[in-house]
């Protein structure tokens, strides 16, 4: 669950005084999520969504995120567009934590993945890349290839007791894949989600109605975002790969914008890099979580199998490019 701070009646409503939407009629806490607080406001002009920032989130580049999500909104594309206060502020403080008011969007993202998830999903995967072309503001990838060596090194002392030789199987890993990672300019970049799995991606009758999360996004090769939803979307559970779903999620994507060549050359060290990075978090948080504390900690080892996928494929036609 994903509620850290409480907020209590009278804070909110002292909070929404200074917005213009609605009376308040009801509210309640989220539980789904890992890094943030989120309500949902029910007020007399429909629904709204309230996160209180945690965690990872530095507060910092919380105007580039909203500014992010505002100008994919205003290209069309369906995600949390920030809602601003009077005073035209859209990011503020409540209970001690940096807040703001998105918009509510309608949908439910997919608890059982079937290959007819995944054309909708590269798809508007594609169409948010080509939304954020305007947005020329950058924000470094935290979570990228210089940061792997460090999360693994923070984890060192104890990676073994998740499973026996991970420690210098990461370190074989990440000493094939850095080497092999491609030079800033080697591919087209852009603004990326790179955190789009199931649970970012709302549908409604068979389609994509909404995605949501952005505060992972940063400016990266739109290439990796690909490879991110490659392994979010295209394993099954027991860690085996579905080519189906891989050839449809790619299709869907360049229905809306062809990969080069580069691109698809690229695919298997991003899709390697993109499996150290969520196994890598997954197990920082796995090490570091007190018990107790009210969240589901992500199994590393789903990314362990993916991981080993990835490097064993032959090349990137294993992934239908
Ligand atoms: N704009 C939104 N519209 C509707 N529901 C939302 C919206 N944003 C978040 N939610 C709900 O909150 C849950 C957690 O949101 P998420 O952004 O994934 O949290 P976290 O950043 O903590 O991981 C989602 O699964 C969804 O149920
Ligand atoms: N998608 C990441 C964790 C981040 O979770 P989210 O709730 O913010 O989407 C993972 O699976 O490791």
Not at 267 to 276: E, F, Q, R, S, T
Not at 294 to 317: C, G, I, N, W
Request: hydrophobic share 45%; aromatic share 10%; glycine share 8%.
């Amino acid at each position: 669950m994903a509620v850290y701070t409480d907020v209590s009646d009278g804070a909110l409503r002292a909070f929404l005084s200074l917005y213009d939407i609605g009376e308040l009629t009801a509210y309640r806490g989220i539980a789904e999520g890992v890094e943030n607080s989120n309500f949902v406001l029910r007020t007399t002009d429909g629904d709204f969504i309230l996160t209180l920032y945690e965690r990872r989130v530095n507060p910092a580049d919380l105007p580039w995120f909203l500014g992010l999500m505002g100008a994919l909104a205003d290209h069309g594309l369906s995600c949390p567009r920030p809602v601003a206060g009077r005073d035209g502020d859209a990011l503020r403080s409540l209970a001690g934590r940096p807040a703001a008011i998105t918009t509510f969007l309608p949908g439910v993202w997919p608890r059982d993945v079937r290959v007819e998830h995944c054309a909708p999903v590269g798809a508007a995967l594609a169409a948010l890349h080509v939304a954020g072309r305007d947005y020329t503001a950058e924000r470094a990838n935290g979570l990228g290839p210089a940061a792997w060596a460090p999360l693994l090194d923070s984890c060192r002392a104890d990676a073994d007791s998740v499973s026996p030789g991970l420690g210098a199987e990461l370190d074989a890993a990440l000493a094939a894949i850095l080497p092999a990672w491609p030079g800033a300019d080697a591919l087209p970049r852009g603004q990326i989600h790179a955190d789009l799995f199931p649970d970012n991606v709302f549908f409604l009758e068979g389609r994509v109605s909404g995605l949501i999360d952005f505060y992972f996004a940063c400016t990266d090769f739109l290439a990796y975002d690909i490879a991110i939803c490659l392994n979010a979307w295209c394993f099954e559970e027991d860690g085996a790969f579905v080519p189906e779903r891989a050839r449809a999620l790619i299709a869907g994507y360049e229905t809306v914008r062809p990969l080069s060549p580069a691109e698809r050359r690229a695919m298997k060290v991003l899709a390697a890099g993109a499996a150290m990075r969520f196994l890598l978090t997954r197990l920082y948080d796995w090490l570091n979580t007190p018990p107790g504390a009210m969240v589901t900690r992500k199994d590393p080892l789903d990314y362990l199998r993916r991981l080993r996928f990835h490097r064993a494929a032959e090349d990137a036609s294993v992934y239908g490019v």
